[in-house]
């Protein structure tokens, strides 16, 4: 059993991103496509997108040089 929690570090992290990008996608389903909330709707997935690209971003470790 590991005793740093990188395991569990890591699972809490992708579980939340994938819970607020999942709840986002959702309120899109919900949101009625009438052509007055169209910018709320491209607004939300655009931000829905942004919270799924942060993830390996936030996992990258940027203390250690790579090269």
């Given amino acids: 059993m590991a005793d740093n929690m990188c395991e569990e570090t890591s699972l809490g992290v992708i579980g939340t991103h994938g819970a607020i990008s999942g709840a986002m996608w959702l309120l899109l389903w ?9 910018t709320v709707r491209v607004l939300l997935a655009v931000a829905a997108t942004v919270v799924l690209i942060l993830l390996p971003v936030r996992m990258f470790d940027w203390s250690i040089r790579y090269i």
């Fill in 30 to 38: 919900i949101i009625p496509g009438w052509r007055g909330l169209r």
